[in-house]
C-alpha cells in the first residue's frame, strides 16, 4: 500500500482542487490538482526519496510549479497556497466532511447562508422546510439529501478505516525498528482484520519499555510515549491516534501476542480452557502452575496447551472458532493461496493507471492464472467509460496480448469483461447483444444511492435477473467512513443471485470491504457463491487480495464456494453453465 507520506501529500492536492471547484476555477486547473493527488495516492515510491534524488518531475503531472508546492509540504508540513484559499473560502472543507455535499454546494452553504460550521448546518436544518423554501435553488430533494448525509456523519464511528490503520502501523512499524525494536507484529483488531481500528495495539521485543518510550518520544510523528504499566507503553501519535504497545522478550511472544490480539469473547473462552489445564495467560506471558513462567515463544503453544488447534486471528469472536469440528472447518477455509485468479480490475482504458499489458504482468507476479478486465460502462463518464465501439477495441487488445503472452509462454490468461453500471431504473448500461460477446460481466450500483430501499431492491432484482450479469459487485456500494452502504431487501436480493447463480462480489479494497462479514453469513445460509475481487485499478492493488480473503474467513466462506478458486477451465464452465 501506499506510504503514509504519499497519502497526506496527495490529500493537500485534493483539498486545494475541491477549493478551487467551489471557487469556479477553470476545470482544467482543478483537474490538474487532482490528477497530481491521484498519481501521488498511487506512488508506490516514498516521495522523500524521489526528492532526495531529484526525481518528483517524474511522477506525471508534477512540472516545476507542483514540484516546488511538493517540497513545501515534505519541508513544513503544511502548503501556503492552501491555507490561503482556506482563508478566503472558511467552511468550505469542514462542510464537505458531510456525505453528499460537494465542493459547489458547500460553496453556496458559506456564501449565501453564512452555514460554516456542522452546527450552523444543524440550526439551519432545524428551522424547517418553510425556512429552506425561500432559499434559491436549495430544492427539497436537495435538503433532504443534506439532511440524510448529516445524520450519516453524526452516526460515523470515530474508529479509523482499517486502510488507514494499515498505513499508519507499517510507519510505526518502521519508525520502531529505527529505534531499535527487534520483532514489531500488529495486534487487536488491525490483526484480527476488523473493518474500523479503534487504537493500534502492537506486540513488540525490546529488552525495557521504559527505554522503548523514552527512544519513541523523540521521535517527530510520536506526539507522546510513556509507560503505563509493567511491560507496556501507552503512545500517541501526532495524528491523534492511541497506540498500545506491548513489551516483551522472544520467549513470551507468542503467549503475549495471542493476549494482546483478542478479542474478548475469544480471551474469555480460552482462559478458562487454560485455567482447567492449570495455566493463565498474561499480557506479558504464560505462566503454569506453581506461578512458574511457561516458554510460548508461538502463539500454537498456548492453543496447543488449550486443547485447541490453532485459532487464526480473523475468526477469534467466541463463538464458532471454539465448536466440536472446528479443525475440519478450519481446513476448509478459502485461503489466499487458492485464489486462482482476480475478476475485477480497470487499466487505463477507462479510470486504471495502467496499460493491460502492466496490469497482466503484475497478476501474473502474484500468481493469478487469469485476470478479468473489467473496465467501466459508458456511463461512467467520469471514469472513461467504454461504449460498444471502444469495449469492441479492447476485447481485441485482449485477444492479441492472450497470442503475445501464449507465445511468450507466460501463465496467465486475460478475460474480456466489463463492469456495467446497474443504472436507476434496473436497466444495464450497455445492450445485451454487446455484453454476450464478453468472457465475464460484473453489474455494480455507482449512481441513485439514495433510492428507497424498495427501488433499490427492485433495481437489483432487475439486473440479477437479466441473465447478463455474472458478478454482482460490491453489492452496497459503501466507502468505509465516508459512504453509508446502500439499503435494499439483503434477503430477497441475495436469495435471487442464488437463484440465477449470480455470484456475489466479496471486494477487497479494505476502503469498501463489500461484502462486509455480516451479510456474507446471511448470504452463505442462503447457498450463495462469492467472487472475492481486488477492484484493482494500478498493479499493487493486487496486493489487496488478502483483505477480501480474510473478510470471507470471517464469514467462514469455504474454497468452493468462491468461483474465484477454480482453475480457469472450470471457472469458464461455470460462466457458459449460468447463462444458457
Same mark, same amino acid.
Given at each position: 500500500?501506499?506510504?503514509?507520506?504519499?497519502?497526506?501529500?496527495?490529500?493537500?492536492?485534493?483539498?486545494?482542487?475541491?477549493?478551487?471547484?467551489?471557487?469556479?476555477?477553470?476545470?482544467?486547473?482543478?483537474?490538474?490538482?487532482?490528477?497530481?493527488?491521484?498519481?501521488?495516492?498511487?506512488?508506490?515510491?516514498?516521495?522523500?526519496?524521489?526528492?532526495?534524488?531529484?526525481?518528483? @518531475?517524474?511522477?506525471?503531472?508534477?512540472?516545476?510549479?507542483?514540484?516546488?508546492?511538493?517540497?513545501?509540504?515534505?519541508?513544513?508540513?503544511?502548503?501556503?497556497?492552501?491555507?490561503?484559499?482556506?482563508?478566503?473560502?472558511?467552511?468550505?472543507?469542514?462542510?464537505?466532511?458531510?456525505?453528499?455535499?460537494?465542493?459547489?454546494?458547500?460553496?453556496?452553504? @458559506?456564501?449565501?447562508?453564512?452555514?460554516?460550521?456542522?452546527?450552523?448546518?444543524?440550526?439551519?436544518?432545524?428551522?424547517?422546510?418553510?425556512?429552506?423554501?425561500?432559499?434559491?435553488?436549495?430544492?427539497?430533494?436537495?435538503?433532504?439529501?443534506?439532511?440524510?448525509?448529516?445524520?450519516?456523519?453524526?452516526?460515523?464511528?470515530?474508529?479509523?478505516?482499517?486502510?488507514?490503520?494499515?498505513?499508519?502501523?507499517?510507519?510505526?512499524?518502521?519508525?520502531?525498528?529505527?529505534?531499535?525494536?527487534?520483532?514489531?507484529?500488529?495486534?487487536?483488531?488491525?490483526?484480527?482484520?476488523?473493518?474500523?481500528?479503534?487504537?493500534?495495539?502492537?506486540?513488540?521485543?525490546?529488552?525495557?519499555?521504559?527505554?522503548?518510550?523514552?527512544?519513541?518520544?523523540?521521535?517527530?510523528?510520536?506526539?507522546?510515549?510513556?509507560?503505563?504499566?509493567?511491560?507496556?507503553?501507552?503512545?500517541?501519535?501526532?495524528?491523534?491516534?492511541?497506540?498500545?504497545?506491548?513489551?516483551?522478550?522472544?520467549?513470551?511472544?507468542?503467549?503475549?501476542?495471542?493476549?494482546?490480539?483478542?478479542?474478548?469473547?475469544?480471551?474469555?473462552?480460552?482462559?478458562?480452557?487454560?485455567?482447567?489445564?492449570?495455566?493463565?495467560?498474561?499480557?506479558?506471558?504464560?505462566?503454569?502452575?506453581?506461578?512458574?513462567?511457561?516458554?510460548?515463544?508461538?502463539?500454537?503453544?498456548?492453543?496447543?496447551?488449550?486443547?485447541?488447534?490453532?485459532?487464526?486471528?480473523?475468526?477469534?469472536?467466541?463463538?464458532?472458532?471454539?465448536?466440536?469440528?472446528?479443525?475440519?472447518?478450519?481446513?476448509?477455509?478459502?485461503?489466499?493461496?487458492?485464489?486462482?485468479?482476480?475478476?475485477?480490475?480497470? @487499466?487505463?482504458?477507462?479510470?486504471?493507471?495502467?496499460?493491460?499489458?502492466?496490469?497482466?504482468?503484475?497478476?501474473?507476479?502474484?500468481?493469478?492464472?487469469?485476470?478479468?478486465?473489467?473496465?467501466?460502462?459508458?456511463?461512467?463518464?467520469?471514469?472513461?467509460?467504454?461504449?460498444?465501439?471502444?469495449?469492441?477495441?479492447?476485447?481485441?487488445?485482449?485477444?492479441?496480448?492472450?497470442?503475445?503472452?501464449?507465445?511468450?509462454?507466460?501463465?496467465?490468461?486475460?478475460?474480456?469483461?466489463?463492469?456495467?453500471?446497474?443504472?436507476?431504473?434496473?436497466?444495464?448500461?450497455?445492450?445485451?447483444?454487446?455484453?454476450?460477446?464478453?468472457?465475464?460481466?460484473?453489474?455494480?450500483?455507482?449512481?441513485?444511492?439514495?433510492?428507497?430501499?424498495?427501488?433499490?431492491?427492485?433495481?437489483?432484482?432487475?439486473?440479477?435477473?437479466?441473465?447478463?450479469?455474472?458478478?454482482?459487485?460490491?453489492?452496497?456500494?459503501?466507502?468505509?467512513?465516508?459512504?453509508?452502504?446502500?439499503?435494499?431487501?439483503?434477503?430477497?436480493?441475495?436469495?435471487?443471485?442464488?437463484?440465477?447463480?449470480?455470484?456475489?462480489?466479496?471486494?477487497?479494497?479494505?476502503?469498501?470491504?463489500?461484502?462486509?462479514?455480516?451479510?456474507?453469513?446471511?448470504?452463505?445460509?442462503?447457498?450463495?457463491?462469492?467472487?472475492?475481487?481486488?477492484?484493482?485499478?494500478?498493479?499493487?492493488?493486487?496486493?489487496?487480495?488478502?483483505?477480501?480473503?480474510? @473478510?470471507?474467513?470471517?464469514?467462514?466462506?469455504?474454497?468452493?464456494?468462491?468461483?474465484?478458486?477454480?482453475?480457469?477451465?472450470?471457472?469458464?464452465?461455470?460462466?457458459?453453465?449460468?447463462?444458457?
Amino acid at each position: 500500500m501506499p506510504v503514509l507520506t504519499n497519502l497526506r501529500v496527495a490529500r493537500i492536492f485534493e483539498q486545494v482542487a475541491d477549493l478551487l471547484e467551489a471557487k469556479g476555477e477553470s476545470p482544467f486547473k482543478i483537474q490538474a490538482y487532482r490528477r497530481v493527488a491521484r498519481n501521488l495516492e498511487r506512488l508506490e515510491e516514498d516521495l522523500h526519496v524521489l526528492d532526495a534524488e531529484d526525481r518528483l @518531475t517524474d511522477i506525471p503531472g508534477v512540472g516545476k510549479e507542483i514540484e516546488k508546492k511538493i517540497r513545501e509540504i515534505l519541508r513544513t508540513g503544511k502548503l501556503g497556497y492552501l491555507e490561503r484559499l482556506k482563508a478566503e473560502l472558511p467552511g468550505v472543507l469542514t462542510l464537505m466532511e458531510i456525505p453528499g455535499i460537494g465542493p459547489k454546494t458547500a460553496y453556496r452553504l @458559506t456564501q449565501e447562508l453564512g452555514i460554516r460550521t456542522i452546527e450552523d448546518l444543524e440550526a439551519a436544518l432545524a428551522r424547517g422546510d418553510d425556512f429552506w423554501s425561500r432559499v434559491p435553488r436549495f430544492t427539497p430533494h436537495l435538503v433532504d439529501n443534506i439532511r440524510r448525509g448529516l445524520e450519516a456523519y453524526r452516526r460515523r464511528s470515530p474508529r479509523l478505516p482499517l486502510a488507514q490503520a494499515v498505513v499508519l502501523f507499517e510507519e510505526l512499524r518502521s519508525t520502531l525498528t529505527q529505534v531499535g525494536a527487534g520483532r514489531v507484529e500488529p495486534a487487536g483488531s488491525l490483526r484480527r482484520y476488523e473493518e474500523t481500528v479503534g487504537d493500534l495495539d502492537l506486540v513488540v521485543v525490546f529488552p525495557d519499555a521504559g527505554e522503548l518510550a523514552r527512544r519513541l518520544s523523540g521521535k517527530p510523528e510520536v506526539e507522546s510515549a510513556e509507560t503505563a504499566g509493567r511491560g507496556w507503553v501507552r503512545a500517541r501519535l501526532a495524528s491523534g491516534l492511541s497506540v498500545d504497545l506491548y513489551v516483551v522478550g522472544p520467549a513470551d511472544f507468542g503467549a503475549a501476542w495471542v493476549w494482546a490480539t483478542g478479542n474478548r469473547d475469544h480471551l474469555r473462552e480460552l482462559e478458562a480452557r487454560l485455567a482447567a489445564a492449570g495455566y493463565r495467560l498474561t499480557g506479558e506471558g504464560l505462566v503454569g502452575p506453581g506461578g512458574t513462567p511457561v516458554p510460548a515463544a508461538d502463539e500454537e503453544v498456548v492453543y496447543k496447551l488449550a486443547g485447541l488447534p490453532y485459532i487464526p486471528p480473523e475468526v477469534r469472536e467466541g463463538g464458532e472458532e471454539f465448536g466440536p469440528d472446528v479443525a475440519r472447518r478450519l481446513a476448509r477455509l478459502v485461503d489466499l493461496a487458492d485464489i486462482r485468479g482476480d475478476l475485477q480490475s480497470h @487499466t487505463d482504458w477507462s479510470d486504471g493507471s495502467a496499460p493491460l499489458e502492466v496490469m497482466a504482468q503484475a497478476a501474473a507476479e502474484r500468481g493469478l492464472e487469469y485476470l478479468a478486465i473489467s473496465d467501466h460502462s459508458a456511463g461512467r463518464a467520469n471514469a472513461r467509460g467504454l461504449n460498444a465501439e471502444r469495449l469492441a477495441a479492447q476485447r481485441a487488445a485482449i485477444a492479441a496480448l492472450n497470442e503475445e503472452l501464449h507465445r511468450r509462454g507466460a501463465r496467465i490468461c486475460l478475460l474480456a469483461g466489463i463492469e456495467v453500471d446497474i443504472r436507476a431504473d434496473g436497466r444495464l448500461d450497455l445492450p445485451g447483444e454487446v455484453l454476450k460477446t464478453l468472457d465475464v460481466v460484473v453489474g455494480s450500483l455507482h449512481t441513485a444511492l439514495t433510492q428507497p430501499p424498495d427501488r433499490v431492491t427492485e433495481r437489483l432484482l432487475r439486473a440479477i435477473r437479466t441473465g447478463l450479469v455474472d458478478i454482482l459487485g460490491h453489492p452496497t456500494a459503501r466507502l468505509i467512513g465516508s459512504r453509508e452502504p446502500v439499503d435494499f431487501d439483503r434477503e430477497e436480493v441475495f436469495r435471487a443471485a442464488v437463484e440465477a447463480g449470480v455470484a456475489l462480489e466479496i471486494n477487497a479494497n479494505p476502503e469498501r470491504l463489500d461484502l462486509n462479514a455480516a451479510d456474507i453469513r446471511l448470504a452463505r445460509g442462503l447457498g450463495a457463491r462469492f467472487a472475492i475481487n481486488t477492484d484493482a485499478h494500478y498493479p499493487s492493488n493486487f496486493d489487496l487480495m488478502r483483505f477480501g480473503v480474510m @473478510t470471507a474467513r470471517k464469514a467462514w466462506v469455504c474454497r468452493d464456494e468462491v468461483v474465484n478458486t477454480r482453475p480457469l477451465p472450470e471457472l469458464r464452465e461455470w460462466l457458459k453453465q449460468r447463462r444458457r
